[in-house]
């Protein structure tokens, strides 16, 4: 029967843990005033103006518990097999750690020895029975019970492994308890058969042989069961001194297996010592019938139990067992939302308005003009920054300059029949224009790189541009590069507007990618801007 029940608790709690690591519950926003009780709201104002760095601890919710289980007591008689169990309680934690919890359980179970007895002279249940007149006892009996018991206690519980540094929650809460409390009991004897002593001769003699070995134990309980009425009809001894309700402690440790944010499930065991030692029936521990070695010690009573724990109010967070005290912490550090941060002191050795970071001068004189690098401005290129320069705009011909920024001008009478030579193009470096497989098609990205190619040739009106495709392995090669360039050359005359004069024509070159036709400053070259196709019977328009 107890296998039995132990099989059923391990199969719950199986079925639990699989589904329990994937429901965890949510954070709470610590900003949120409607979580924060009333006497709470002072340091929860100076915590969200950040004068004070610990928020408010929220409402939580308080937990209310169900739970069914395997009871045994511990005493002189040994217990037959787990009897039942059940309780509930009501939980409040107070902090991340600790908590109280309230505690109602009730427990009923049996037991029964399979070495008989003579020595039950002081007990009132067994003695006016089977030794009256206050004889001493010769006919052995067999000690049984049965007992319900009921308890109040009020606990101390501390979680364990709530308080994590490498992982925000846990769907599993690791919990120990202790505490006092006052418990009541009723427990009975099964004396008589019907009205009548029970004749245990047969059974005593059947193994009395083997001086009643411990591997007979089983056939002795048999025997006994077939025997015995179960009526426990006569009530156990009793101390009359000791009052109707009994003190005890209590301790245990208990797993909560997280369902939901509302429901979790608890495998609890549960050990209680009672300020008695009558919880099943019998205060003097007979070690061997023949030598009693009698003592007294108070029994205890254990409970194994499965419950079911349910989180109650609303406008709370769960209780604080179930959080992580350092998930705010390590979120903000990640995340900040709350943190107030100080304004940035960038440093500028100079005073010249760029930090030191990006002043690419970093002692530029006081006072002088300087540009977005920090570096002083020199507005006629003469090499002698404006702050020292005493000609501020100094004529090309007239310079190299002095110290003092001041050029010497030629006498103009020698230059009057000097031929000023052409600018020179500073047009740069112009991208590429790029086709997909044998396309000879504009795509809207070569459009706009030639936009961009029509738009230097306005700015440099002086420049020439080679406009040169590849593809000399073959005349299919050599057409598709023709084409290719055309289409350029036409694009920019056509739509950009740009003079044909300015633009050379080059195709079939070497040495350069057959799907890219690439445009380069030809200023001084001379050559065509316009070449008869090589093959036109090739020709393929894409």
């Known amino acids: 029967m107890a296998s039995k029940k132990f099989s059923i608790l391990t199969g719950l709690l199986c079925l639990v843990m699989s589904a329990s690591f994937a429901q965890l519950g949510s954070t709470y926003d610590l900003r949120d005033s409607s979580l924060i009780p009333k006497k709470g709201l002072p340091q929860h104002n100076e915590f969200l103006n950040n004068t ?35 309780g509930l309680h009501v939980r409040k934690a ?98 008589l058969n019907g009205s009548t002593p029970y004749n245990f001769a047969p059974i005593i003699a059947k193994y009395s042989a083997g001086g009643f070995d411990y591997s007979d134990r089983k056939d002795i309980k048999s025997d006994l069961k077939s025997l ?55 205060q003097w521990q007979e070690n061997d019938p023949e030598h009693p070695a009698q003592t007294r010690d108070d029994d205890i009573y254990n409970v194994i139990s499965l419950g079911l724990n349910i989180n109650l109010g609303s406008k709370r967070v769960e209780p604080l067992y179930w959080l992580n005290p350092l998930d705010y912490a390590y979120n903000e550090i990640n995340a900040p939302r709350h943190m107030k941060f100080p304004k940035p002191i960038l440093d500028d050795g100079d005073g010249d308005g760029v930090t030191d970071q990006f002043d690419q001068e970093p002692n530029t004189p006081a006072g002088a003009p300087v540009d977005s690098h920090g570096v002083s401005k020199d507005t006629d290129g003469d090499g002698v920054p404006d702050v020292k320069d005493k000609e501020l705009i100094t004529p090309t011909q007239c310079q190299p300059v002095d110290a003092d920024g001041v050029g010497k001008c030629p006498d103009p009478e020698c230059c009057k029949n000097i031929v000023a030579a052409p600018p020179a193009c500073s047009i740069g470096n112009l991208p590429s224009v790029s086709f997909s497989g044998r396309s000879v098609a504009l795509s809207n990205d070569a459009k706009a790189v030639l936009a961009t190619v029509a738009q230097k040739l306005r700015d440099n009106p002086n420049c020439k541009v080679v406009v040169q495709g590849y593809g000399e392995s073959s005349k299919a090669a050599q057409q598709l590069s023709w084409d290719r360039v055309n289409s350029v050359i036409n694009y920019l005359v056509e739509k950009e507007g740009v003079s044909a004069e300015r633009l050379i024509f080059k195709f079939g070159e070497t040495g350069g990618d057959s799907n890219t036709v690439d445009l380069r400053d030809g200023t001084g070259e001379e050559g065509p801007n316009a070449v008869p196709a090589p093959h036109p019977n090739l020709r393929r328009n894409k």
């Open 94 to 191: 107070l902090g991340y750690v600790f908590s109280i919890r309230g505690d109602f359980s009730y427990g009923t179970t049996n037991g029964l020895n399979f070495s008989p007895s003579t020595g039950y002279k002081r007990n009132p249940a067994w003695a006016p029975i089977y030794a009256p007149g206050g004889v001493i006892p010769t006919t052995p009996i067999f000690y049984n019970y049965k007992t319900n018991i009921y308890d109040f206690s009020l606990q101390g519980v501390f979680t364990i492994n709530n308080v994590r540094f490498h992982k925000a929650k846990t769907g599993f809460n690791v919990y120990g308890f202790a505490g006092i409390g006052i418990m009541s009991y009723d427990t009975k004897v099964d004396a």
């Open 228 to 282: 015995l009425d179960g009526s426990y009809e006569t009530d156990a001894e009793k101390d009359p001194q000791q009052p109707k309700y009994k003190g005890m402690v209590t301790a245990g440790l208990g797993m909560a297996f997280k369902l939901s944010p509302k429901l979790n499930l608890a495998l609890e065991d549960k050990f209680t010592l009672a300020k008695t030692d009558l919880l099943d029936g019998q």
């Open 52 to 86: 004070y760095p610990f928020p408010a601890r929220p409402r939580n919710q308080w937990e209310l518990g169900l739970k069914v289980g395997a009871f045994a007591v511990s005493g002189d008689v040994r217990s037959r097999f787990p009897g039942f169990g059940a």
